[in-house]
């Protein structure tokens, strides 16, 4: 039986990797600093612990694991990226991380590692225009990403690709592009746009009004979980190191991924603009190196992918007011 070590196994895509390696036949190890929140974990063996420290890196990594998976970070949505207050511990936090999970790996003779970076680390001055982003895998130099969580994202590939190169650590780096799905974040601040805003569409009654920052013309795509974890696997079964783009090219406003959410809701609100952070003008994932080396691409809908998010969580919106 294969033996795969998920990190980050309390977090919503390391969850749900756990519960797909599972349906795979893996045995499954996950690790993290806390269970997840809204099922039960469905790997063999679960340890709570912290990957900034070395002791807990050396006890989690005490065989040679098939595959590894490496989501753990210091992350969140707009509102905990992009005010300038977390910084340190973005930076801090999850390049430990994965300076120890890198070194580690080696000693550990792991056979083969999936780091999980971001759309972010994409320059600045490509993604200004919110009608024509520039996000091919290339473009990322000369780098300027618009947030340290990018930066530090940037950093850890380069990371890995060293010790690919230097100790033949067996790496693969996708970029994700902003996946969303049930049991995601959904409030607190750290939720990303479109947990944020199926649950301002749930609490709000008909005719009502939901705030959001920005004018609502910046641009984005989302990704379901499942498509994800579909690009996922499809690159860990590769030869392809990466890094590559796992998103999607279905582009949308924010005020149509609103317009999309009351549609599902069956309800009429207003939107009232207001000023907040917003990250880059506009983001698409590009996805022509996808399709050239693994000869594959996401083809679910945004409206299939964000009405099975809006449904489940409407149903914690109404947990929360019984």
Known sequence: MKKALVCGAGGFIGSH?????????????????????????????????DLREVEVVKKILDRPFDEVYQLAADMG??????????DANVM???????????????????????????????????????????LSEESAYPAAPDSEYGWEKLF?????????????LNVRI????NIFGPEGTWRGGREKAPAAICRKVAETPDGGTIDMWGDGKQTRSFLYIDECLKGVRKLMDSDFVGPVNIGSEEMVTINKLA?????????????????????????????????KKLH??????????????YEWVNKQVIKIQE
Request: charged share 25%; aromatic share 12%.
């Open 259 to 291: 317009e999309l959410a009351m549609k599902i809701a069956g309800k009429k609100i207003k939107i009232k603009h207001i000023p907040g952070p917003l990250g880059v003008r506009g983001r698409n994932s590009d996805n022509r190196l996808i399709r």
């Open 174 to 177: 996708a970029r994700f592009h």
């Open 77 to 86: 949505g707009a509102g905990y990226i992009f005010t300038g207050n977390n």
């Open 296 to 309: 594959w691409e996401p083809k679910m809908k945004l409206e299939e992918g964000l009405k099975k998010t």
């Open 17 to 49: 990797l756990v519960k797909k390696l599972k349906k795979e036949g893996f045995w499954v190890r996950g690790v993290d600093l806390k269970h997840p929140e809204f099922s039960k974990t469905a790997a063999d063996d679960f340890i709570i612990g």
């Open 92 to 134: 801090h936090n999850s390049a430990t991380i994965n300076l120890n999970m890198a070194y580690y790996g080696v000693k550990a003779k792991i056979k083969k590692i999936f780091f999980s970076s971001s759309a972010c680390i994409y320059p600045a001055y490509n993604q200004t225009d919110p009608d024509n982003p520039k």
């Open 156 to 168: 850890s590939e380069r990371l890995y690709l060293s010790f690919h190169r230097n100790y033949g």
